[in-house]
């Protein structure tokens, strides 16, 4: 007869199942560890080793009613974050019978392995796993100013770390994605309290906690590589689950350069985490919820090569490849993107010449802050903090627009061409254009500015004279072609703005207006060699 194999416990239950020995044999008066929760591996020599997760342990144990744990000495200053309770952090197992007896305490060398606990041990590493952060020191350096021209996309991050909205930024090789996306996490405001604790518990689970630097109190920036598995990104992993990227992005920033080169089956496992802001992993031994409320940043070339462009210039992509690689980013993945901005090529006069007008990270870091004070005023006793979290039926029924404010948005959904989803994350996106002006509530062209920058389609010369101002010149990229990564729906619609926009021909004959046998409003797409 076969039996099923013990469940292994964890080896954080070592020093636990000692003093447990050691009580039952009469070393330990059994009242001395009796309200004491006692964590920590326990190594051959009696040493007390590091263990991942002790600051959700340690949380765990308070809310049962426990003020007293035992931990590793290395661990003592993580589990110290949590109010109320008592640590004792020991270097091996002398040292705590000696503790819990109330004899000297012996001296002990420190580990010479450091403070972290064993690499092996936490199964997820930042460099075989392709999630990367930004060193401190990286960090400190990075700055807004030192970004080339971009004008538009740097006036998309001031939004997108204004109100938590995802960004998609697109353009050639070169142009400065990256750049843009390596100082978007410190556009964002330093975490609370309460965020610190999240996220510094999510990497201690992973035990990817820094030596030294018990609390993470700044954005996280995760930048996995496009051949990392599903399990690194979303989390999983044999035996005990363990957080992925996404989660290790909470309350911070996860960039994903190179998006159409991730596994599609990787790409749409994001839609999910992107809705709730967490993320369930379900096996067999019972599921684990972890958080995963982060700002997604996408990046992408227009094809494979990367020179793809309206007029097709040095381009070496047949049109099947070039709808084949940015297909790969699906449409409802893009549903959820509020923010997609092309980035043009960085001009010779941008790039050479230093541009006087250039804002520092603390300078918009400073107008983001203020804006998040304002939607934080606003939405006030109630459960979301940041405009993207915002609910479309209450940003519709609760706090109402200007008059008239969203008259081209309903047109739009009127006629099929913006989604329910989407026109609540044009509201969203609206709100925090307001924000960011100061405005009380948003008018027709702050909504105006949400449309340009969800579908790229311009809406009129009011727009251009108007919110263009407001986006930092984003009217240089707003117009072009259609692109091809959009629906149908806003392809056809940017093309009928722009002939509308276009000087008027001279008069036809009317038999010319009827349209050709099998011809449509994506006749665009043969001009750039591109299939609709």
Known sequence: ???????????????????????????????SIA??????????????????????????????????????????????????????????????VAVLTGLPEPEEPPDPIGGRPDPLMAGLML?????????????????????????????ALEIAAAGGHHLYLKGPPGAGKTMLAERLPALLPPLTQKE???VTAVHSVAG?????????DSPPYCAPHHSTTMPA???????????????????????????PEFPVRVLDALRQPLESGE????????????????????????????????RGEGCECTPAMVSRYQGRLSGPLLDRVDLQVQVAPVTRVELM???????????????????????????????????????????????????????DAARQLERGLLTARGLDRVLRVAWTVADLAGHDRPDQRDVRTALVLRTGVEQGVALSEGSFSTLGALGRSGGGAPRADQPEAEKRTRSRTQRSAAPAAPAAPAAATTAAPGATDDQPFEDEGIEA
């Not at 809310?63 to 952090?89: C, F, H, K, M, N």
């Not at 958080?291 to 992408?300: D, H, I, T, Y």
């Open 353 to 407: 010449e230093r541009d006087s007008t250039a804002e520092s990270t603390e300078t918009v870091a400073a107008r983001v802050l203020a804006a998040r004070e304002r939607a934080a005023a606003r939405l006030a006793n109630t459960p979301w903090r940041t405009n993207a979290e915002v609910p479309g039926h209450e940003l519709r029924t609760r706090w109402q627009l200007t008059s008239g404010a969203l008259d």
């Open 279 to 310: 993320v369930v992993i379900a096996r067999s031994a019972g599921s684990l919820r972890l958080p995963a409320r982060f700002l997604l940043c996408l990046a992408a070339n227009p094809c494979p090569c990367g020179r793809h462009s309206r």
């Open 208 to 216: 990817l906690l820094p030596a030294g630097r018990p609390l993470i």
């Open 233 to 259: 990104i979303v989390g999983g992993g044999s035996g005990l689950p363990r957080p992925g990227a996404v989660s290790l992005a909470h309350r911070g920033v996860l960039f994903l350069d190179e998006a």
């Open 127 to 155: 460099p075989t796993a392709g999630v990367r952060g930004l060193p401190d020191d990286k960090a400190a350096r990075l700055d807004m100013a030192d970004v080339a021209g971009q004008y538009e996309a740097r006036r």
């Open 1 to 31: 007869m076969s039996r099923r194999p013990e469940k292994r416990l964890s080896s954080g239950t070592d020093l636990a199942v000692a003093c447990a020995v050691l009580a039952a044999a009469e070393r330990l008066d059994p009242s």
């Open 35 to 96: 309200d004491l929760l006692i964590i920590g591996e326990l190594g051959l020599d009696g040493r007390v080793r590091p263990v991942r997760g002790v600051l959700p342990s340690v949380l765990a144990a308070a809310d049962a009613g426990y003020q007293r744990v035992v931990v590793a000495e290395q661990t003592a200053a993580e589990a110290s974050l949590v109010p109320g309770v008592t640590v004792i952090g020991v270097r091996s197992l002398r040292q705590l």
């Open 196 to 198: 610190a604790l999240e």
